[in-house]
């Protein structure tokens, strides 16, 4: 079945740090990948996706690329803030419109 | 344009007890899916309506259910409660790009 596995957290950086968070999925067919944040107390917003092999999905500095060769999708952000701290979950939809989601990644940014 | 809501935000029952869930979608939207997450099995496909009709459905048993009014609106159902469906029930709802799905603020549910 389909599944997306997530480098577990939680990942603490320095503001102004370099962000990476890891993503890898396993699916059938040709996945549309996706990032969703969640602020404390709150749904999920959508972040950034790429809906097949090569785009570059990018928001609010995030940014990720879907690499069908290795089947990954990691989250990038050149420099973090404070601002940034929260989960992010990686996600996919292949057949049907149903996510499946990984575990999820808390980020804890310091100033 | 306002984004999805759902009524309640927050809810306590008791076990043995049902419980409904609203959700109102994005505008135009015609597709609500909803979710469930936990701290132990994260965040889990419940099912999906579609023009009043349900058209995925994940692996949970038949006390979850769900429905969709001619307007969109959807609501989902537990009942006999137990005290694992304590979790955040989130609804989220799609347009014509079914794959970009927009999440409400979520119910949080706790069973004693």
């Known amino acids: 079945g389909n599944s997306v596995t997530q480098m577990e957290g939680p990942v603490t950086l320095s503001e102004e740090a370099f962000l990476t968070i890891n993503c890898t999925y396993t699916?059938?067919?040709?996945?549309?990948l996706f990032w969703y944040v969640q602020y404390p107390g709150e749904g999920l917003q959508l972040l950034l996706k790429?809906?097949?092999?090569?785009d570059k999905g990018s928001n609010k500095g995030f940014e990720a690329t879907y690499r069908k060769e290795t089947t990954s999708f990691h989250l990038e952000k050149g420099s973090v803030q404070v601002s940034d701290s929260a989960v992010y979950f990686c996600?996919?939809?292949?057949?049907?419109?149903?996510?499946?989601f990984g575990a999820g990644t808390i980020l804890r940014v310091k100033s | 344009k306002a984004g999805v809501t759902q009524t309640p935000r927050y809810l306590i029952k008791t076990r043995g007890q049902q419980v409904t869930l609203s959700c109102s979608p994005i505008?135009?939207?015609?597709?609500v899916s909803w979710y469930q997450q936990t701290p132990g099995q994260g965040l889990q496909f419940l099912f999906e309506?579609?023009?009043?009709?349900?058209?995925n459905k994940g692996n949970f048993p038949g006390r979850f259910s769900g429905r969709q009014f001619s307007n969109s609106r959807s609501e989902m159902n537990v009942s006999t409660l137990e005290l694992g469906d304590s979790a955040l029930y989130l609804c989220?709802?799609?347009?014509?790009?079914?794959?970009?799905?927009?999440f409400g603020p979520g119910t949080r549910l706790t069973v004693t």
């Open positions: 989220a709802s799609s347009g014509r790009q079914d794959y970009e799905q927009y």
């Open positions: 699916a059938t067919g040709y996945p549309s």
């Open positions: 790429a809906t097949k092999a090569d």
């Open positions: 996600a996919l939809i292949s057949y049907g419109n149903k996510l499946v």
């Open positions: 505008s135009g939207h015609r597709s």
């Open positions: 309506y579609f023009s009043e009709t349900q058209r």
